[in-house]
């Protein structure tokens, strides 16, 4: 059974900084690229961030480029994402999800599991 588990969520203050960690079990997690998703009360689920399977291959979204950072570890397998500057306006739940794709998709079509979520709460 595929399981991720997101961890790192907390409330800081605008222009802080957090780093979440998904945790992949069940899968071979070589075998998929990794995404970071965000979903604000009230709005759909949008792109954060993702990593090919290799790690080679990084994509953002325009609004956090320069400030978030997605990486991974393969002896671990946890998936980081580093999120720097934060603003009031990226308070949301943060979710981590899986694809088979080797190249990481913006699009919440091309993921095949997805963790729980953990909320992210940046105060103005």
């Known amino acids: 059974q595929v399981q991720l588990v997101e961890s790192g969520g907390g409330l800081v203050q605008a222009g802080g900084s957090l780093r979440l960690s998904c945790a992949a079990s069940?899968?071979?997690?070589?075998?998929?690229?990794m995404g970071w998703f965000r979903q604000a009360p009230g709005k759909e689920r949008e792109f954060a961030a993702a990593?090919?399977?290799?790690?080679?291959?990084?994509g953002y979204a325009e609004s956090v480029k320069g400030r978030f950072t997605i990486s991974r570890d393969y002896a671990k397998n946890p998936v980081y994402l580093q999120m720097n500057s934060l603003k009031p306006v990226e308070t949301a739940v943060y979710y981590c999800?899986?694809?088979?794709?080797?190249?990481?998709?913006?699009?919440?079509?091309?993921?095949?599991?997805w963790g729980q979520g953990t909320q992210v709460t940046v105060s103005s």
């Open positions: 999800a899986a694809s088979t794709r080797q190249v990481g998709s913006d699009r919440v079509r091309a993921y095949d599991y």
């Open positions: 990593i090919s399977r290799s790690g080679g291959s990084t």
């Open positions: 069940g899968l071979t997690f070589s075998s998929y690229s």
